[in-house]
């Protein structure tokens, strides 16, 4: 059975950090690529980052450049999302998700979790 579990979402202040994870199993996570999404209170489901599986080309969207860093462990079957200064316009829901393209278009992705809240408020 496959599936995504989405964990490290929070309450933070502004400028603060956050590591998000998502634990994949019923699959290798290696087999697929990999992306992050985030939903924001009544907007569309977003791509923030992914990641290649085939040689690890990462992709991020504009507003997260340099803030924010995919990652995957293949022997964890784990990928990450490393969310560095974050501000309240990052608050949403958190996705991630795996398919066989990589891309920042959410419907390209095959497979995902239930996702976590990140909310960004002092």
């Known amino acids: 059975q496959v599936q995504l579990v989405e964990s490290g979402g929070g309450l933070v202040q502004p400028g603060g950090s956050l590591r998000l994870s998502c634990t994949v199993s019923g699959f290798a996570l290696n087999a697929f690529h990999i992306g992050w999404f985030r939903q924001a209170p009544g907007k569309e489901r977003e791509g923030i980052s992914c990641m290649s599986s085939v040689d690890g080309t990462t992709y991020y969207e504009d507003s997260v450049k340099g803030r924010f860093t995919i990652s995957k462990n293949n022997a964890k079957n784990t990928g990450y999302l490393q969310m560095n200064n974050l501000q309240p316009e990052d608050t949403g829901v958190y996705y991630c998700?795996?398919?066989?393209?990589?891309?920042?278009?959410?419907?390209?992705?095959?497979?995902w979790g239930r996702g976590t809240q990140v909310t960004v408020s002092s």
């Open positions: 998700a795996v398919g066989s393209i990589v891309a920042g278009d959410p419907t390209l992705y095959q497979f």
